[in-house]
């Protein structure tokens, strides 16, 4: 097949461009492949972070992608599809994660030639942090194809609220697996100057509201002294909030605070330094961060929102809870006995092989066949 992939590449950096890399790593091995980005993604005024590209130190996959759409200039829109027309593909895949590329996937989707099949990978359809145009854009992308792969249950029912006709695939998030092998505890720890004989809890990516990090640190404050808190990744927003509970708490000490943006080559000390990952979100439909952590064998404590305990099997590969510090620090406590972390690490490992991304895309193609 010739396909034709529109997303988020190198040099743009962050989670569904690694999705996107891997995607196209596991097609190209039976298909001709061409990928397409954005030539802008975020004007800088939008954009809440550091930076929307890789540095030098990340050992990110240079995935040979097209920059051509810029995703606030109509123009680009038709210039894309024209380029994406040219090479003639059989099937043309698109990621969609947020609401604001609606109108410019949308808008190259519309002018795509007759015959060619598309298909949306939804990540998100109803956005976490809701906007005024986020009907608008759903629209704008969601009548251009033909098929969708949708990555978890709370995905395909926001779909299905929208599309109740639509054609889908549900499948799960492959685990990633291009950070490299899992360090030695004690050679990640030296790394990141932390202790060895304490219990490392993990909050990993982007620090938004979203993601519930005051609810870890209200259950944090009510831990023992030996339990200690690893937060890595790049502040959305204000820390003041969550500084506040720290303060309050006393708890400068146990918490860890890796304020940047976690390059690829540096993930692996992260994880290899935790016990236990921690999504204590207040909103979601899938995460990324679960396929990391599951390769790395590291259990996982979720909330029971969206999509995030079809990820997570609560007491195989990790626990569920509900999203208040109460119950949340109960878990916490709870995965440490009776050898759970090593027995859900076992369950993590003989998970993987079906979650690989040979398998995801071979689906995929298999999906686009029938419809």
Same mark, same amino acid.
């Given at each position: 097949?010739?396909?034709?992939?529109?997303?988020?590449?190198?040099?743009?950096?962050?989670?569904?461009?690694?999705?996107?890399?891997?995607?196209?790593?596991?097609?190209?091995?039976?298909?001709?492949?061409?990928?397409?980005?954005?030539?802008?993604?975020?004007?800088?005024?939008?954009?809440?972070?550091?930076?929307?590209?890789?540095?030098?130190?990340?050992?990110?996959?240079?995935?040979?992608?097209?920059?051509?759409?810029?995703?606030?200039?109509?123009?680009?829109?038709?210039?894309?599809?024209?380029?994406?027309?040219?090479?003639?593909?059989?099937?043309?895949?698109?990621?969609?994660?947020?609401?604001?590329?609606?109108?410019?996937?949308?808008?190259?989707?519309?002018?795509?030639?007759?015959?060619?099949?598309?298909?949306?990978?939804?990540?998100?359809?109803?956005?976490?942090?809701?906007?005024? &145009?986020?009907?608008?854009?759903?629209?704008?992308?969601?009548?251009?194809?033909?098929?969708?792969?949708?990555?978890?249950?709370?995905?395909?029912?926001?779909?299905?609220?929208?599309?109740?006709?639509?054609?889908?695939?549900?499948?799960?998030?492959?685990?990633?697996?291009?950070?490299g092998k899992k360090l030695k505890k004690e050679e990640a720890l030296k790394k990141l100057k932390l202790s060895s004989n304490k219990k490392q809890l993990l909050f990993f990516?982007?620090?938004?509201?979203?993601?519930?990090?005051?609810?870890?640190?209200?259950?944090?404050?009510?831990?023992?002294?030996?339990?200690?808190?690893?937060?890595?990744?790049?502040?959305?927003?204000?820390?003041?909030?969550?500084?506040?509970?720290?303060?309050?708490?006393?708890?400068?000490?146990?918490?860890?605070?890796?304020?940047?943006?976690?390059?690829?080559?540096?993930?692996?000390?992260?994880?290899?330094?935790?016990?236990?990952?921690?999504?204590?979100?207040?909103?979601?439909?899938?995460?990324?961060?679960?396929?990391?952590?599951?390769? &790395?064998?590291?259990?996982?404590?979720?909330?029971?929102?969206?999509?995030?305990?079809?990820?997570?099997?609560?007491?195989?590969?990790?626990?569920?809870?509900?999203?208040?510090?109460?119950?949340?620090?109960?878990?916490?406590?709870l995965i440490f006995i009776d050898e759970r972390l090593q027995k859900f690490s076992v369950a993590i490992g003989a998970s993987k092989i079906e979650n690989s991304w040979n398998?995801?895309?071979?689906?995929?193609?298999?999906?686009?066949?029938?419809?």
């Amino acid at each position: 097949m010739k396909i034709a992939l529109l997303s988020v590449f190198y040099p743009y950096r962050g989670g569904i461009a690694q999705f996107s890399a891997m995607l196209y790593r596991a097609l190209e091995e039976e298909h001709q492949v061409k990928a397409f980005t954005f030539s802008r993604q975020y004007p800088n005024f939008l954009f809440p972070g550091s930076s929307q590209y890789v540095t030098e130190n990340d050992n990110a996959d240079k995935i040979p992608a097209e920059r051509t759409l810029d995703s606030v200039n109509p123009m680009s829109f038709r210039r894309t599809a024209k380029k994406i027309n040219a090479f003639a593909p059989d099937l043309f895949i698109s990621q969609y994660w947020m609401t604001f590329f609606g109108p410019a996937t949308g808008g190259v989707q519309k002018r795509l030639a007759k015959g060619v099949k598309r298909i949306g990978i939804l990540h998100n359809v109803i956005p976490h942090e809701k906007k005024i &145009f986020d009907n608008f854009a759903n629209k704008s992308f969601l009548k251009h194809n033909e098929g969708f792969v949708v990555l978890s249950d709370a995905v395909l029912k926001d779909l299905l609220s929208i599309r109740p006709n639509a054609k889908y695939l549900r499948i799960d998030h492959p685990v990633y697996n291009h950070f490299g092998k899992k360090l030695k505890k004690e050679e990640a720890l030296k790394k990141l100057k932390l202790s060895s004989n304490k219990k490392q809890l993990l909050f990993f990516g982007f620090i938004r509201e979203y993601k519930g990090l005051d609810i870890l640190l209200n259950s944090l404050k009510n831990l023992p002294e030996d339990y200690e808190l690893i937060i890595a990744g790049e502040i959305y927003g204000s820390f003041k909030k969550y500084q506040d509970i720290i303060d309050s708490a006393n708890l400068n000490s146990r918490v860890h605070l890796f304020n940047k943006y976690i390059a690829d080559g540096e993930v692996a000390t992260y994880f290899s330094a935790a016990d236990v990952c921690i999504l204590p979100y207040k909103g979601a439909t899938q995460s990324g961060i679960t396929a990391i952590a599951h390769h &790395f064998d590291v259990p996982i404590i979720a909330t029971d929102v969206g999509g995030l305990k079809e990820t997570v099997e609560h007491e195989r590969t990790g626990l569920i809870v509900q999203p208040n510090e109460k119950e949340l620090k109960e878990a916490i406590e709870l995965i440490f006995i009776d050898e759970r972390l090593q027995k859900f690490s076992v369950a993590i490992g003989a998970s993987k092989i079906e979650n690989s991304w040979n398998n995801f895309a071979k689906k995929v193609i298999e999906f686009s066949n029938r419809i």
